[in-house]
Structures are given as C-alpha cells and as structure tokens.
C-alpha cells in the first residue's frame, strides 16, 4: 500500500497542484495553421427561445429518443434492394451520419428472410444437441450464466454493394455501403459453452438455425466456432433489439450477416454441412465459369469515404477552407494496417491516418486534412490493408477474378467524384 | 505489394485453409470445469407463435426501439433525488442491466437545472470569447469542420451516491450507483480550436456557459482545457440526445458531470474563475471543519458490483451452481489497473479479473467466478485501483476525512449483503 494514496491525499495534492499548474501555465505558446479564425462571414449571437421558458422533466421520456431535428438520421430502404417483398427485405443503416465506430441500435442496418419476429424471453429456449457428450437445452436465464464478454464487431452482409457491380445505381452512401453496422456486442464464447458440454471429435460443422418463420438455418465449421463465434444477447449495453434477434442470436465475428442466425433457436454439431436452403440458393457467389462459390466466408477488406459524399457535399467550403476528408476501413479478417488516400481515382495514394480504437474486425475510422481549393474537381477514393495480409483490389482487378454476375463479396474501391461546385457523385474508374 | 495477397488468392487460400483446417479438428480434446450442463431440471423444446406467422416488415421502425419485453429497462427517479423540482431533477441509469462499457442513449442519466432545452441546430450559435487572439462565433456546421476525434468516457454526477453518506437510503444498484453512465463521444479538442484562435498568455480559467434557461456556468482551468477538454457533438454514433445538451456539450473527461455544460453557448477564458451560482451555492464539499473544497473536479477511483445487486439475486441459483460476480470500476484520473474483491465485507480481498477494453477514464469491466453454495451469507465489496496511486478507500476512512455533511465525491466501497436466501441488500460496513 505504500504507491497508494489516500482520500485526503488526493485532495491536497489536487488542489496543490491544480494551483501550481495553472499559475505555470501562460507561458505555453498556441498559435498555428488558421483552420477556422478567418472566417469572413461571423454568425451573430442571438436570443434564442430556448433559453427563455423551462425545458421538459426529466420524467419526460424515461427511455430516451432523438432531438425531433434528427429526423433524417434513419435507416431506409427501396424496392431495389432484396427480395421486393417488404417483409423480408432491408432497412440500410446512414452511415454517411455516423460517428466513432459504434452504430446505436435504432440505426443498425436491419435484413431478415421473414420479417421481424417478437420473441418472448420467458419463452425462449436454446438447444444445444448433435455431436456433443452432453445436449442441453437452456432458458434465457440459464446461458447468460456462462461467463460473458464483450467485443466490438461490425456486421455487415456480402450483398453490401452488390447491386452496383455493373456501375454506380444508388448515388448514395447509406443505399451503396449501408449494408452494415458496428455495435459493442455482449454474450458467451460458444467454445466456452462447448467446454462444459464436450464435442465430439468427430464434429466438423455446426447448423445454427432461427426461430423466426424464416427458420434460418446456415453450417458453419467448427474451426470457426472454436475460434471467436459468440452467443450474443447484449448490444451497446443494453438487449438485443428485436430487428437484430432478441433475445439471442448468434455472431461469427467478420464473417457474413446472414451467417449471425437471429432468434437462435438451435445448434447441432455434426460431421457434414447441411446445404440448407439459405446456403445454395443465396450466399454463394457466381464466377464467370458458372461455377459458384459456396464456402465463402469472410467479408474481406473494405474501406469507404464517409465524408465528403453524396450526401455530404462539399458545396458550402470556400477557397483555402481546411476540411477533414474521413472515412471508415474493416476487415472480417483482422485488424486494419494502413489506409491510402487518392484524389485521382486510384492512380496516386497519399497515407491517411487512423483515428480513436483500432480493433480487429471493428470499424476503423481513418482522416486526412484537405485544404480545398474553390472549382477543383477531385476523384476520391480510399483503399484499406488489414494484418492478414489483403489489400482492396482496384474494381478492375476485382472483376478479373470474379467478372460480374455476383451478388456477394464485393471490395473493390469505391470513387466518389467532387464537382467543381463541390457536389459529390459515386462513380466507377475502370481503366 | 510482394506481400499483398490478391482477391484470388484469398479466394484459393480461404477454401484451402478451409477443408485443411476443418479436418484437423475432430482430434482437438475438450471438456473441463461444469458449469451448467448438470442442469436437473431442463428445459423443453416447443412450438413457439413467433415461429408461425410473418414477422414485422423493416419499414416499422425506421429508428429502431427496444423489445416491448424490455420494458423495465429505463431510466428512473423519486422525489429523494435532487432539487424536488420535477424539471431540474435527476434519471439515473439502469446500470443493473448494462452490459460492456457503452450505456445506450435511451438510457444515459440525465440531470438537468432547467429542465431538458430543445435546441435549434440550425439556430444554434457557440461563442469562444475572451482571453484568445481572435474570438469567434461558430454555426454548428463550422464548428464541426474541425478535425474530430472519438474517446470512450464515462460521465458521473459527484452526487452519485451522494444521498448515504450517513448509510443506505435505497436497496438498488440503479439509485445507489446510477449517476453515472458511459458513451463514444465524438467532437473536437479544445486545444484544437485554441491552436486556431490563439490563447492568450494571461489566460487561467476557462467559463462554459449553458444556452438553456438555467445557463449553467461552471470555470475551468486551463490546464483541463488544455489537456483532454471536448466539445462534443457525437454520442454512441448519433448526435447528442436533447438530454445530453443537443446538440453540443462540453466534456471534460473524468470531471465531474455539471462541469460538462449541456446546450453550450460560451467559453470564455480569463486570467480569474468566475465564482458562478453553481459553484458556490453547489458541487462544493463540506468537510467535519465547516470549510468546504471548492476547486474539486475528478470523479475519484471507484467500483461496485453490478451482478448480484438488489435487482439481481441469487435466489434461483442452486448449490454447486458457478455463477460470474461481476462488476465495473472507473477513475476520473486514468486507467483501472486492479480490482479486488471481498466476501466478507472488505475484511478479505481477492483479486477480480479485469474484463474487455481497459481504457483511461472509462468504465472498466470486472468479475471473478464464484460456486454457489445454497445457503451462504456473504457481502460482497470491490475495491478498485487506478494508474495515478489511488485506491478506493473503505467508508471508515472517508468519512474520517470528509465527515458526513457532504453530498459530493462519495467513493467508499459499498457492500452487498447476500442472504441465505440468496436475496441482495445493500448494507453499510463500519468498524
């Protein structure tokens, strides 16, 4: 105890050194490169009526919602996306609005095969059975006895971009990159469940399956499982919402959306996959032989710009006016290394910086400080590398490899396209 | 680009792995400590309704909120919070049902002076006055073209806790310990802007001043200002709620909660604090002398268990269940670097395993796996430690410095009485 220091300690040397500091401190010199001062058209401080009459009670909205002016600040969908029926569809998250690398949960990109069920917690079970020394089936009280963790992961399904690998269809980044979201995820490592149960060694693969109508159902191989897959029932600190699978579902840090069974209902170990409806018909990805690939995991390295975008322009910037061009970068296959900026469409790169947590398989926010200059038309485009060695492929060398009739997988570098009045539109660079 | 890999490659590469890696498996030996698969009363496998009709269409809820289930799941207040004026009163945070290290902004604590102010974002104004070379008045617009950053912090009122200094008024995690909560913040550095105005060199305190009708002003020292201050536009991937000060609030992390200035207006800097209403009339502490500290800012080095609470018992578990004790520490003045746990109301410690990030004046997750036994009386106390020397201290040795007539910076460790019912209550340990 002796490196402690006590109560009274603490409040001496607080306000000793607090004193001490600030005397010292006028000598700092400040001053530097003018981002803002210049400004040439200062706003005016005014009367505001909200200053002048009492605000709401705290008993107002016991559960918290936005400021009514937030309205825009919505997921939002459109007959071109999935299936066309408006029930089993998707609600793309408005990441042009984010911020940090955590999604709130009333925004978090939402698909489903059935529509959103509403799952009773009292009622819920989770079997757990197939090529295990103990099957069990647990409430939802029981498996949050299993000692939990929490690990922040995007989500992102591989038909994120996937209308757009002929060109540009949706100038917009919520309808082009929206397919997914970031959220601080709480629940069990299934190997820790599977620790108490025993696997068989003779387990290969494991079906997870919904609840919802749709029964969901998808293998997965139980390197994964062993690896990081978790049983999630937390979200950002508080339950799953019902859009994501409350009370439960299932997370595969990295790798495709769909595989995240929702409502989980069941987990069976067994020696084979399952070729379920879900992993033949959809989730596979179509070559130019005709063939197609079917395990195929992983959402690869990705990066967007966020900021400019189409609904970001740029049109209120003034000559010489500094701004901050950011973006986001994530790989379902580590963590991101570097991300290059190219104001040309992909010809030459400048490195951008990496900002706040960097985590593997988290959304990485990357910036680079612009000074804009008035009628300059740029190409913008962002290109991310992650630890596992990958690197986004320019779209020409994406589309050698997979041509152009897939849905899923798409990572090719995206180029947003800044007019000389500053507005920005998605465009594609093929050589 | 030697060790790049291409997309064909991984293609390749990941199905290679794929069937290598999954055939290898069978041999990988588990089983170990039980943990729940003795269970003697399982549950049963049924027909659920969620699972046999169409779910809700992704149009519902275009801003999603949380299952109908989750009701209980909100802030909360009483009359024995605060000033008794319903407006300029307290909500304190559900903590018994958070998860991880991100409280939902649905769920953030909210005090307020005057009530919540609804702010016009396109009305709104920030004024930067004073003792800087060049004052500036910001739209908001402008004032997030500064370069942003994103930190997770937690924000805690230093009442918390503030209503039992002379022993517990209410058996509850949520009223105890829910002045406080923890978000992403994004926004910009103070020093940031400072770098464009320029600071001068007499400047010793900062004012912030609030746009809502109490225009809550609180001095700041410049060194705080120069070290880590923000204002924050972002909270958890979305702009602030009305409640956190929409749409910008001043943050000074790990500082106590009303220094934090909601619906900011003005910071002024000058060479002498300001001596404002509140903080004169309030957020001072009256020690046993009848003198009172002033200049006291940090939220101290503090834990609590979570999981058992009040609102969490043990009554369901059985004898031999292994059940995870867990719980968060936070310090206003760095990193957690240890939590110790006792059974026997402080008189033994053993030491907690810290749990997920682990970052600088933040909530940091704690817990220890624990085997039940049926009939046990335990209490239960943590006690944390932070990387600037300070240890939690235990009541006896606050009260010795601080007496019992204030209401601020409470940090003793608190206790809970587990009964041999498995029934939680909070307790008050004194020598």
Redesign the interface.
């Given at each position: 105890?002796d490196?402690?220091?006590?109560?009274?300690d603490?409040?001496l040397s607080?306000?000793r050194e607090?004193f001490k500091?600030?005397?010292a401190?006028?000598?700092?010199a400040?001053?530097?490169?003018?981002?803002?001062?210049s400004?040439d058209d200062?706003?005016?401080?005014?009367h505001?009526p909200?200053?002048?009459?009492?605000?709401?009670?705290?008993?107002?909205?016991?559960?918290?919602?936005?400021?009514?002016?937030?309205h825009n600040?919505?997921?939002?969908?459109t007959k071109l996306l999935a299936s066309g029926n408006?029930?089993a569809?998707?609600?793309v998250t408005p990441i042009h609005?984010?911020?940090?690398?955590?999604?709130?949960?009333?925004?978090?990109f939402?698909?489903?095969h059935?529509?959103?069920?509403?799952?009773?917690?009292?009622?819920y079970?989770l079997?757990i059975h197939g090529l295990v020394?103990?099957p069990?089936?647990?409430?939802l009280?029981?498996l949050k006895?299993?000692?939990?963790?929490?690990?922040?992961h995007f989500i992102e399904c591989p038909a994120n971009g996937g209308q757009e690998w002929r060109g540009p269809q949706f100038n917009s980044l919520q309808f082009a990159k929206g397919f997914m979201a970031?959220a601080?995820?709480?629940g069990v490592y299934i190997k820790?469940i599977?620790?108490?149960?025993?696997?068989k060694?003779?387990?290969?693969?494991m079906l997870a399956e919904g609840?919802?109508?749709s029964?969901m159902g998808r293998s997965v191989?139980?390197?994964k499982v062993?690896d990081d897959a978790m049983i999630v029932w937390?979200q950002?600190?508080?339950?799953?919402?019902?859009?994501q699978g409350?009370?439960v579902r299932l997370l595969l840090p990295g790798w495709e959306g769909n595989l995240c069974v929702k409502?989980l209902?069941r987990l069976e170990f067994a020696s084979e996959p399952w070729y379920a409806k879900e992993e033949t018909s959809k989730y596979t990805a179509l070559k130019p032989d005709g063939k197609a690939?079917q395990?195929?995991?992983?959402n690869?390295v990705n990066s967007t710009v966020v900021s400019p975008s189409p609904e970001i322009p740029w049109t209120?910037l003034k000559d010489g006016?500094?701004?901050?061009i950011?973006g986001l970068a994530w790989s379902g296959m580590g963590t991101i290394t570097n991300v290059d900026l190219s104001f040309d469409g992909g010809k030459n790169y400048v490195k951008a910086n990496l900002?706040?947590?960097v985590l593997p398989k988290s959304w990485t926010?990357w910036?680079y400080?612009h000074r804009y200059k008035k009628g300059e038309v740029l190409l913008l485009t962002s290109r991310s590398?992650d630890d596992a060695?990958?690197?986004q492929?320019s779209i020409d060398?994406?589309v050698s490899?997979?041509g152009v009739e897939s849905v899923y997988h798409r990572?090719g570098i995206e180029t947003w396209e800044v007019t000389a009045k500053g507005e920005v539109n998605h465009v594609q660079i093929r050589s």
């Open positions: 105890m490196n402690k220091k006590s109560k009274k603490l409040e607080q306000r607090f500091k600030t005397a401190l006028g000598v700092t400040l001053g530097g490169t003018t981002l803002l001062a400004q200062p706003a005016i401080m005014h505001v909200w200053g002048q009459k009492w605000g709401d009670p705290v008993t107002k909205n016991l559960y918290g919602i936005p400021s009514a002016y937030e600040n919505i997921r939002r969908t408006y029930r569809s998707i609600a609005e984010s911020e940090g690398i955590i999604t709130p949960n009333g925004l978090f939402s698909r489903s059935g529509g959103t069920a509403h799952v009773d917690p009292n009622e079970r079997m020394k103990k069990i089936v647990l409430t009280k029981q006895r299993y000692p939990s963790i929490t690990r922040t970031s601080e995820w709480t820790t599977l620790e108490d149960l025993g696997l060694p003779e387990a290969r693969w609840s919802d109508n029964e191989p139980v390197e062993l937390g950002n600190g508080e339950a799953l919402r019902p859009e409350y009370p409502w209902k690939i395990h195929f995991y992983a690869e209120d006016d500094v701004v901050e950011e900002k706040g947590l926010r910036s400080m590398m060695g990958y690197i492929p060398e994406e490899v997979m990572n």
